[in-house]
């Protein structure tokens, strides 16, 4: 269960990373509200996962899963650059993020 905290934890941590562009600064109230509800929750699920995971682990792999997916999604709904040294960094940080949970 640890582990399915911390990988939700880190798709939560993408949700909110992209809300704070939608939110423009916190000047658009319901895009605002979504994307601090979605940082309280990331944190909350990260703590319930460093219960059990060790901390180094834990915060790499939810802020590998959050890098990752936050620059995915930037690609895919953003139009964000889709150069292949982008997407070969993406691969890198998602190999260290599998490398971690099962060195771990």
Same mark, same amino acid.
Do not use: H, N
């Given at each position: 269960?640890?582990?399915?905290? +911390?990988?939700?934890?880190?798709? *939560? ?23 601090? *509800?979605?940082? !309280?929750?990331?944190?909350?699920? *990260? ?5 059990? !995971? ?17 620059? %995915?999604?930037?690609?895919?709904? *953003? ?7 982008? %997407? ?9 993020? +599998? ?6």
């Amino acid at each position: 269960m640890p582990w399915f905290f +911390l990988i939700l934890a880190g798709l *939560l941590e993408v949700g909110w990373a992209i809300g704070l562009k939608y939110s423009a600064g916190f000047t658009k109230p319901a895009a605002s509200i979504a994307t601090v *509800l979605g940082m !309280i929750a990331s944190f909350f699920l *990260l703590a319930q996962a460093l219960k059990t !995971i060790p901390v180094g682990t834990g915060y790499a792999v939810w802020t590998g899963i959050g890098a990752a997916g936050t620059a %995915i999604v930037g690609m895919w709904l *953003l139009g964000e650059p889709r150069d292949v040294g982008r %997407i070969l960094c993406v691969g890198m940080i998602l190999t260290g993020v +599998l490398g971690l949970k099962y060195l771990a």
